[in-house]
């Protein structure tokens, strides 16, 4: 695992080599090992090292192809490198390393652009073609290694993190209006936007062509829904539990230690059963635990990590969490709210006490359907087939207005699942995955900053990707919206920010491509199936999972945030949001903000997920901003 960045000079000036080891520096967590530049009269790239495979120098980048034509700067795993490196070899290409990068600059003096079809992993890379002139950049299909740039006046920058494009002197730190609204709405900030005007993230499974002309950007590759299997739920389990089993097989590759995440949830505890299958050595497996009750899991992952005799580590989140949490936003680079970040990053710093390389069970909810919410939301979809369509437009919006005035829990429940049931199917999905109610934005917003919006409204992101979906169903519509949105944008981003954060590289292999292309060829009924959600996941890892652990109640990666904001971090959260004079205040009115905060810390009400994204805002824009 790696970082990479880089410019064009083709028109301009961009930078030197100081320019190149400056953003190098800016992560150098990434790739501890090593680092290297290239700079030519159009083109500089840098990139830092974490050393995985082939340890010897050989695999030192940026690295030149055997014949002097391309040179590359890779982050990330090639899984399938040793099949496609044994054909290349057949076609005569003569190899100087042991590395998946050179077999990346093999396939594309083949194929060209066309080497996007064969490689499978985690990936972002950069690849200058010296004979044509041409800078090729591609991030993998699903988003789980990030890439961002920068254009403006014919500048071009891109990196791993935005740390490293902040710094050149040409960057205007300019905060896009419409991105702040997505952090707050969604606690991320869906690509191809940043909170930056003028820079963006390149979306998963796209690829961009720069060169002396312009930008092309192409997608390479998506998911389709509109294809189902035929056959019986064990044929299906069957086969799935053997494609799952081969992607694990690939991801234990490595000659430096391996280990895993171990939550005791379905789907990092079928991951490490298959990995103590393929090993001949204990599996390190990692857990972290909670004091409250609530939202520990510890106890579930030791009945997986005594069952296949693991080599278990435990760690309890009771303290520090105020002390790391600012270290833990300048990992991030923009606003980022998901408060499960907090448990990652203590699973990591674990792991990378023991191993190098840990394999997750990230993945497995939004292929398969593992989420609470989409058992809720197909209950919703459900009733609001059967309710006439002019009540739905006309009657459920007069009583949601009635039950604004109602007071009590009930009624909150009642106004929302109101206003829900009167909204489209693909609205519907959008509310189920908002952090913050219209009502509640319309009191914090500053007239002029809504001013500045122009109309603009977050749903619009999540109903694009549900109306691009072909698959039929509204199940197939909504997994296909998450993986476009919430996985690369939220999930993602948590471990890669995390993870690296300690110079540790996490595989996913519920996440390769091929799986995912499965998955949405399985029939919606065989993944939700009534109440129980990974219906066919669960099948799947019967034959190595008990009862207990595939039929349990799912907790998720929680934390108890509300007890936090009153208790823990109420001091620095506080300090943070009413003792600094710009931020969220150029925003939101502070006035509705103080209410919050009491309604909140009186338990009048649980303001936690609004609060804590104003929290977060606030730490990134002291770290980013006001500095």
């Known amino acids: 695992m790696c970082g990479i960045g880089g410019f064009t000079r083709f028109t301009h000036s961009t930078g030197d080599e100081d320019t190149l080891q400056m953003m190098g520096q800016a992560i150098y967590h990434r790739g501890p090992d090593a680092g290297g530049v290239y700079l030519d009269d159009a083109v500089g790239l840098c990139h830092r090292r974490l050393a995985i495979i082939d340890l010897s120098d050989a695999g030192t980048q940026p690295m030149h192809s055997h014949d002097g034509h391309y040179v590359i700067a890779f982050n990330g ?116 936007k940043t909170i930056f005007t003028d820079i963006y993230k390149l979306e998963p499974g796209h690829s961009l062509t720069v060169t002396a002309e312009g930008i092309t950007k192409r997608q390479y590759w998506n998911v389709s829904f509109s294809e189902k299997i035929d056959g019986s739920s064990d044929d299906i389990a069957s086969n799935l539990l053997n494609l799952i089993d081969e992607n694990v097989k690939e991801r234990m590759i490595s000659d430096v230690p391996l280990g895993a995440f171990l939550s005791g949830g379905v789907d990092s505890s079928g991951i490490t059963a298959l990995m103590a299958k393929n090993s001949d050595a204990p599996v ?51 606003p980022f709210a998901d408060p499960s970040l907090v448990p990652t990053y ?64 009930l009624a909150r429940k009642a106004r929302t699942l109101l206003y829900t049931l009167s909204r489209s199917p693909a609205y519907g999905f959008f509310l189920s995955n908002s952090f913050l109610t219209e009502e509640c934005w319309s009191g914090l917003v500053r007239p002029e900053f809504k001013t500045k919006l122009g109309g603009y409204h977050p749903s619009s992101v999540m109903l694009k990707h549900y109306e691009d979906a072909n698959g039929e169903s509204h199940l197939d519509k909504v997994l296909y919206t998450d993986i476009k949105t919430y996985l690369p944008g939220d999930i993602l981003v948590k471990v890669d920010r995390m993870s690296m954060a300690h110079s540790l590289e996490v595989r996913a292999p519920l996440l390769d491509a091929r799986i995912v292309e499965m998955a949405a060829k399985i029939p919606p009924e065989e993944k939700l199936k009534g109440k129980e959600k990974k219906h066919i996941l669960k099948k799947a890892f019967s034959p190595y999972l008990s009862d207990d652990i595939l039929y349990r109640k799912k907790m998720g990666f929680s934390v108890p945030l509300a007890d936090w904001l009153r208790g823990e971090i109420k001091d620095i959260s506080e300090k943070a949001l009413f003792e600094q004079p710009t931020g ?8 509705e903000v103080k209410r919050i905060w009491n309604a909140h810390q009186s338990k009048q009400y649980d303001y936690s997920s609004e609060i804590w994204s104003m929290v977060m805002f606030q730490l990134w824009y002291k770290e980013y901003m006001a500095g």
């Open 284 to 334: 390190t497996t990692c857990s972290i635990g909670f004091d409250s009750k609530k939202f520990d899991e510890v106890k579930y992952a030791l009945q997986v990590a005594e069952q296949y005799k693991t080599d278990h580590h435990e760690l309890t989140v009771s303290e520090n969490v105020t002390d790391k949490l600012e270290t833990i936003v300048k990992y991030f680079d923009e």
């Open 346 to 409: 203590f699973v990591s710093q674990l792991a990378r006490q023991q191993v190098t390389v840990a394999l997750a069970g990230d993945g497995g909810d939004e292929s398969f359907a593992g989420y609470s919410k989409y058992g809720i939301d197909q209950l919703e979809n459900n009733i609001r087939n059967r309710i006439p369509s002019p009540i739905r437009k006309w009657c459920l919006p007069v009583l949601h207005g009635v039950f604004k005035y109602v007071p009590g829990r």
């Open 584 to 591: 969220i205040s150029d925003f939101f009115n502070m006035t």
């Open 77 to 192: 795993e090639i899984y399938n490198f040793q099949p496609l490196r044994a054909e290349l070899i057949a076609d005569g290409y003569v190899f100087k390393s042991q590395t998946d990068t050179e077999v990346l600059m093999a396939l594309y003096a083949k194929y060209g652009e066309a080497m996007m079809d064969y490689v499978h992993g985690m990936f972002a890379f950069a690849l200058w073609d010296k004979r044509n002139k041409t800078l090729f950049i591609a991030r993998d299909r699903l988003g789980k290694k990030p890439l961002y740039y920068y254009m403006k006046d014919d500048h071009f920058v891109f990196a791993s993190e935005l740390k490293s494009i902040l710094p050149l002197d040409f960057i205007e730190k300019d905060i896009r209006a419409d991105a702040v609204y997505d952090f707050f709405t969604y606690q991320y900030i869906p690509d191809p």
